[in-house]
């Protein structure tokens, strides 16, 4: 059900110290912690002995011990103390996963630890970057992290469920959209041209609720569920542009400002998810201030735990019957055609392999 060969983000890096911590991540209990040079650990929260969670165990040096009896795992997972025993029984191991520390975040490799190759973590530089304020956190939604992803890549919803903070009727009524889709990646870009800025927009750039911006919303998802935002505002910004896929998201054109945000959706079940996020934004010709950093960040938790009021209700309706589309569902198609089409090759690849 879950792509299990990719990176997903698990945890915030404060949530992983020397106490065991657990977390549930496409099905599968997983007990973090870190070693004693401050390396993410992460097991199979099962022991092997009587399956006791080893959540509820403790770490000396870089040795997680069971609650139960007192077995002893290195960081490989490979039992290494037996109480009152001097041999260790044959497969008296437990399943490390691969973890890393990236971005400002916990990853783990869910599938083929051979596989798992950290280059294919989804880049997030702004989230360390010192020309550009970054802030985020976590939310638990309780629905399937596709619901999240549908929001993302349809942004006309800004129109209806933010219009005190990031929307307006314009980026509903008025945006040029268009859709790309590659191997990897859906990428969707809207321009609403000529139109009053949103709440949000007046208290980062400056302006009135009269004044005229271009505002561009240039979203991007990628395998597993990871969906980067590029927006921002400037008065004439769609001048010369193409109304596509253009390098405006690189950089802060003249008198505006633009945000860069990362949402990591990390399925815990098939209808509850980990939903990581950060948001870091840059003003044109304005410093970074902790306290523009703070606004920017309540602004933005305010119109995402309106999307987690949304999700939450969605899934408490949510049956087989179809549903409809629209033109701006394109993205989101695209989106889940590819999960689709992704989980079934690895699953019939992890079929083969067990033949
Ligand atoms: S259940 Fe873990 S040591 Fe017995
Ligand atoms: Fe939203």
């Not at 099905?27 to 080893?54: Q, S, Y």
């Not at 009524?173 to 990646?185: G, I, N, Y």
């Amino acid at each position: 059900m879950f792509l299990k060969n990719c990176w997903y983000v698990a945890a915030e890096p404060h949530e992983i110290t020397r106490e065991p911590f657990g977390r549930t991540i496409c099905n599968e209990k997983i007990v973090f912690w870190r070693t004693e040079d401050g390396d993410p650990v992460a097991f199979e929260d099962r022991c092997c002995h009587r399956r006791m969670p080893l959540r509820k165990g403790s770490v000396q040096g870089n040795i997680l011990s069971c609650h139960y009896h007192g077995l002893q795992f290195d960081v490989t997972g490979k039992c290494v103390h037996v109480p009152g025993q001097t041999t260790i029984p044959p497969g008296a191991q437990v399943r490390a996963y691969p973890a890393v520390q990236k971005y400002n975040w916990i990853w783990i490799w869910m599938g083929d630890p051979a596989l798992a190759d950290e280059d294919r973590i989804v880049p997030y530089p702004w989230k360390t970057a010192d020309d550009w304020g970054d802030k985020g956190t976590y939310f638990y939604v309780k629905s399937d992290y596709r619901l999240i992803i549908d929001n993302l890549l349809d942004l006309s919803h800004l129109g209806f469920v933010h219009r005190s903070t990031i929307g307006n009727v314009a980026v509903a009524e008025a945006a040029r959209v268009r859709t790309l889709k590659d191997d990897d990646s859906v990428t969707v870009a809207r321009w609403t041209v000529g139109k009053n800025p949103a709440p949000t927009y007046q208290k980062m750039g400056g302006w009135t609720e009269d004044d005229i911006v271009d505002r561009w919303q240039i979203i991007e998802f990628r395998m597993p569920g990871a969906v980067r935002l590029f927006t921002g505002a400037a008065p004439d910004a769609a001048e010369g542009q193409e109304f596509g896929f253009t390098e405006i998201d690189r950089d802060v054109p003249k008198g505006g400002f633009g945000f860069h945000n990362l949402n990591f959706v990390t399925p815990e079940t098939a209808t509850t998810t980990h939903y990581f996020w950060s948001n870091a934004y840059q003003i044109d010709g304005k410093p970074i201030t902790p306290e523009m950093t703070e606004l920017q960040y309540k602004q933005i938790f305010t119109a995402f735990h309106q999307d987690w009021e949304v999700f939450n209700k969605q899934q408490e309706n949510w049956d087989d019957r179809p549903t409809i589309d629209t033109i701006q569902d394109a993205g989101s198609i695209a989106a889940r055609a590819m999960i689709d089409r992704e989980v079934a090759a690895e699953r019939e690849t992890l079929a083969i392999a067990a033949e």
